[in-house]
């Protein structure tokens, strides 16, 4: 009896999760209709990254598990989003007080889409291709400012607060492991 309420309860729990992870990511002109439970991808084992509806109708997905920049890249890609582009001061504050309140999130460097364009020869976000402005929104990328080694180069959101208390942001090589990454659908990544 008791095993066949906990095969019962396993099976709800995997058709609940199976229906969330394939409900569309939807947009509207005021936000976002639906931001699933988990975005799934069919890259490796871990395949469900949990996802949140911010007070921006943006939803992102915060990997629990590391990846180097392609490898997240691709993995949003998989669940019709892309790694965050950070366009305002604002939304770099409210992911951040985000990270800061989940315990499973606090204390991680994330990959964003911030990668060093040889050919523009400019940083700038590859969800969008809009350059990196280091003004109010990267003011403490000193390390990102630097010129010389930043081919094959990608941004990081740094949350460690011993490196950096109030948050900030890095470059590292994009074949690098040992970060997690944030994926983010936009209304442009809606259509």
Not at 17 to 28: A, D, K, L, R
Not at 92 to 99: E, G, P, Q, S, V
Not at 112 to 127: D, R, V
Request: aromatic share 14%; with cysteine.
């Amino acid at each position: 009896m008791a095993a066949s309420i906990f095969t019962s309860t396993i099976i709800t729990f995997m058709v609940f999760n199976i229906i969330i992870s394939m409900t569309p990511v939807t947009g509207s002109p005021t936000g976002y209709v639906v931001c699933p439970q988990y975005l799934t991808h069919s890259y490796g084992a871990n395949t469900l990254i949990p996802c949140w509806l911010l007070d921006n109708g943006h939803c992102y997905c915060f990997s629990l598990y590391t990846e180097c920049w392609s490898n997240a890249n691709y993995m949003c890609a998989q669940g019709g989003m892309s790694l965050v582009a950070f366009e305002t001061g604002d939304e770099d504050n409210m992911i951040k007080r985000h990270l800061i309140n989940i315990p499973e999130l606090k204390g991680y460097a994330y990959w964003t889409s911030g990668k060093y364009n040889e050919s523009a020869t400019e940083w700038q976000w590859f969800s969008n291709k809009k350059p990196l402005v280091f003004g109010d929104l990267l003011s403490n990328t000193e390390q990102v400012k630097d010129k010389e080694d930043v081919l094959n180069k990608c941004l990081l959101s740094n949350y460690i607060e011993e490196d950096y208390l109030s948050g900030g942001f890095a470059s590292r090589y994009c074949a690098s492991f040992g970060y997690r990454f944030t994926c983010e659908a936009t209304l442009m990544s809606q259509s």
